[in-house]
């Protein structure tokens, strides 16, 4: 068995003295694993860094085994990630994700398009946070999770939606809402837009929390509870709102 591909490293781990293995989201193949034999030496640590995007060959005798994968660097995000703590934190966040929710081998070009986007919206610092923010929101939707806000799940309107029911997961307008704000989940309007948009650290953390939410319940029943490094994103996103809210310019 033998194929080519694109993907980027979301996770790398030592085998042995000198090999690694190393988790790749891939455009045609989806969640994948391979032993990079030297992946373990010096050389090649500069060179499999979490966020490098590279090129595949995959190679094993049978489709069901690890396999082994030929790598070369295309792009490096090394320098871009560990210059910014909150991007770091982001793409932390949506490794464990990808790591612990996506099925193994199982392709998703659109899903893989849209990541791919948001990692070069990190790069040039545009509209990043609105991107992570939809991103997650189809993450949910391909694991068939996914949150409805095409309307009202009380009136069936499709404007002011302001809210969504964390017992349907469906969106509230803002009339049906009234009265009953404390039980249900803020709605970030950015998240009905179709495109991207500058959003303030309060919008980002609401979004995180909503769809935080339905993480937990959802892909994590068992424990409840998000990856501890989507927590911990959750949680530097929440002081940075909590610093603007006490000092506001």
Not at 132 to 151: A, K, N
Not at 174 to 203: D, M, Y
Request: glycine share 8%; aromatic share 8%; proline share 4%.
């Amino acid at each position: 068995m033998e194929w080519q591909d694109q993907g980027v490293l979301i996770g790398v781990r030592r085998h042995g003295e000198s090999a690694a293995i190393i988790e790749v989201f891939c455009e045609q193949h989806g969640r994948h694993f391979g032993l990079v034999q030297g992946g373990g030496s010096r050389k090649s640590a500069a060179m499999l860094q979490a966020g490098t995007q590279l090129n595949l060959s995959w190679r094993a005798r049978l489709e069901g085994q690890l396999g082994s994968f030929s790598v070369e660097p295309i792009l490096s995000r090394g320098a871009t990630l560990l210059a910014d703590r909150h991007k770091l934190y982001a793409f932390n966040a949506l490794s464990s994700l990808l790591t612990k929710l996506l099925p193994e081998r199982e392709p998703n070009p659109q899903l893989f398009s849209h990541y791919m986007d948001l990692l070069s919206a990190m790069e040039q610092n545009a509209c990043w946070q609105a991107r992570y923010g939809r991103f997650e929101l189809e993450l949910l939707t391909v694991l068939g999770y996914g949150i409805d806000l095409s309307g009202c799940v009380v009136s069936g309107e499709t404007v002011d939606l302001t809210h969504v029911s964390p017992k349907s997961g469906r969106a509230v307008g803002r009339v049906a809402a009234r009265g009953w704000e404390a039980k249900l989940l803020p709605l970030p309007q950015f998240l009905l837009l179709n495109h991207s948009t500058e959003i303030s650290a309060v919008e980002f953390f609401e979004a995180l929390r909503l769809t935080g939410y339905f993480f937990a319940i959802r892909g994590f029943p068992s424990a409840a509870s998000l990856p501890e490094a989507r927590q911990r994103f959750q949680e530097l996103v929440a002081r940075r709102a909590n610093e603007l809210d006490d000092h506001p310019e």
